[in-house]
């Protein structure tokens, strides 16, 4: 209760998690008869890369799309609403002006996009997370960067905010110039991980996204590759990879990650052994 001391209050939220519950006011706005189901598009992608598809799911109807993406879209809001409340109460306590504000997510979600729902995937509906940053001091507000970031980079970042020294064993970077300056190239890609158990077959993919692209790449290679071009695909319906065209994006992009998770190795981190 003593505001005079520095505190960190971690404020979860379960939704939009399953079972996607909320009260009825937040279904109102939005009504089945507005939602468009996306349609199964699976482009020219490894098999691997839909290794979390589900038979069920496949086989639900159009009425039950539009229902689920319905229920959490209205779980969205109802979590939105509760995040209000938070912010409110900063404000009442007189705490705005003296306190950093992070939003974020553990993963994305599939609401029907290649056919797939909910989880772990290496597109962007899965990879990509909300992050948003909120601190006393940042001269531009409600901007946005296109500089990739990672769910790592939150601990240094955070670190730098608060006058404090991450340890050398951080993996991620400070991302606090870009409150200030959000149009440099502060890290030139974001790293993602799945893992995947195909056919008894147990082994890894890697996605990197820079500013534009996407290069994935299962089992190194052996179960597949894809890239995709965010500029003129962003539903990431056209696979790239192989094409002459962007054999040299490919190249520096497989160089990247190769070089990425070799760093990630000599650390001693397990996960990325």
């Given at each position: 209760d003593d505001f005079g001391k520095p505190f960190f209050l971690a404020?979860?939220?379960?939704?939009?998690?399953?079972?996607?519950?909320?009260?009825?006011?937040?279904?109102d706005l939005y009504p089945t008869d507005s939602i468009t189901v996306p349609p199964i598009q699976r482009?020219?992608?490894p098999e691997a890369a839909f290794h979390r598809a589900r038979a069920e799911q496949d086989n639900m109807t159009n009425l039950q799309g539009k229902q689920a993406i319905q229920a959490y879209r209205a779980s969205i809001s109802f979590m939105d609403g509760q995040v209000g409340r938070v912010l409110d109460s900063l404000d009442k306590l007189g705490l705005r002006d003296n306190t950093i504000v992070v939003f974020t997510s553990d993963h994305g979600y599939h609401m029907g996009e290649h056919g797939l729902w909910q989880k772990r995937s290496l597109f962007e509906q899965s990879?990509?997370?909300?992050?948003?940053?909120?601190?006393?001091?940042?001269?531009?507000?409600?901007?946005?960067?296109n500089s990739p970031s990672e769910l790592v980079d939150l601990y240094p970042t955070l670190a730098s905010l608060c006058g404090l020294t991450a340890p050398d064993h951080a993996v991620g970077i400070d991302l606090s110039p870009l409150l200030d300056n959000p149009d440099q190239p502060l890290k030139p890609f974001a790293l993602t991980e799945e893992i995947?158990?195909?056919?008894?077959?147990?082994?890894?993919?890697?996605?990197?996204?820079?500013?534009?692209?996407?290069?994935?790449?299962w089992d190194e290679g052996k179960k597949g590759i894809q890239l995709f071009d965010h500029k003129n695909d962003s539903e990431e319906m056209n696979n790239l990879s192989g094409k002459p065209e962007v054999k040299e994006i490919q190249a520096t992009m497989h160089k990247q990650l190769t070089e990425k998770l070799a760093a990630l190795k000599a650390k001693n981190l397990d996960e990325w052994k």
């Open positions: 404020f979860g939220l379960y939704r939009p998690h399953t079972p996607y519950v909320a009260p009825h006011k937040y279904f482009p020219r992608v990879a990509r997370v909300p992050l948003i940053l909120s601190t006393p001091n940042q001269r531009k507000r409600g901007m946005q960067t995947v158990n195909l056919n008894n077959h147990k082994f890894k993919g890697y996605a990197i996204r820079n500013d534009r692209y996407r290069y994935v790449e």
